[in-house]
């Protein structure tokens, strides 16, 4: 069974820090990486995909990935409160008819 | 551009009563998927369409669970008898057919709450 899995948290950082998320997939023919933030009582809202290793940044946001150690994360920079959130990490396999695999989800705090 | 509708926003009944959601994906998305969320959990994929035919429904509970989408746009997710562990929030997503990306937009959910 292919598997998500994240750190639940709660992370909690200080204004103007940055924040680091983790996830590790087991699926080793996974290609594509989204990271999702999801607001209290929201659905999910695509802010990061990523599909090569290394690192790919926009604005605050960069991804990194290592296909090799099957491992994603998104560091969020100079962190605001209005970050706080619970961020998902979900993986797809072409191989898996597109399907997206989530993660149980990072709970982030932003303290002011 | 319009995003994924769905509805009704919130939904409460009985255990062993039915019940059924709408969703009205992007305009032209081929994929339509329905997630179960329940809370402290990432979602989890209960079936999806590809146009209106079923490309996996390997974690929809057939024996109380069925989703049609009979004219390749709308499609319905019903409940019927609802047992106590449904409760949930219940998500609708839909993506552009053939894109590598398969980058997924999600409705704002039906909240179920089953006493």
């Known amino acids: 069974q292919k598997e998500v899995e994240q750190n639940s948290g709660p992370l909690s950082v200080p204004e103007g820090a940055i924040a680091s998320l983790n996830c590790t997939y087991s699926d080793r023919v996974s290609q594509s990486f989204f990271w999702y933030r999801q607001y209290s009582g929201k659905s999910p809202e695509l802010i990061m995909s990523?599909?090569?290793?290394g690192d790919k940044e926009d604005g605050r946001f960069t991804a990194q990935l290592n296909k090799a150690s099957q491992y994603v994360s998104l560091l969020i920079r100079d962190s605001q409160p209005s970050d706080s959130a619970t961020y998902l990490c979900?993986?797809?396999?072409?191989?898996?008819?597109?399907?997206?695999?989530f993660g149980g989800g990072t709970r982030l705090m932003v303290k002011p | 551009e319009a995003g994924v509708a769905q509805s009704p926003r919130y939904k409460i009944i009985e255990k062993r009563q039915s019940v059924a959601f709408w969703c009205n994906p992007i305009s032209g998305h081929a994929t339509l998927y329905w997630y179960q969320q329940i809370l402290g959990q990432g979602p989890k994929l209960l079936i999806q369409f590809q146009n209106n035919g079923v490309v996996d429904d390997s974690q929809l509970p057939k024996d109380r669970f069925s989703a049609e989408r009979l004219k390749g746009v709308d499609s319905t997710l019903k409940i019927q008898p609802a047992k106590l562990e449904d409760s949930a929030v219940y998500l609708c997503?839909?993506?552009?057919f053939g894109g590598g990306e398969n980058i997924q937009y999600f409705g704002a959910g039906t909240r179920l709450s089953v006493l």
């Open positions: 990523i599909y090569s290793n």
């Open positions: 997503a839909s993506s552009s």
């Open positions: 979900a993986v797809n396999s072409y191989n898996a008819g597109n399907m997206l695999t």
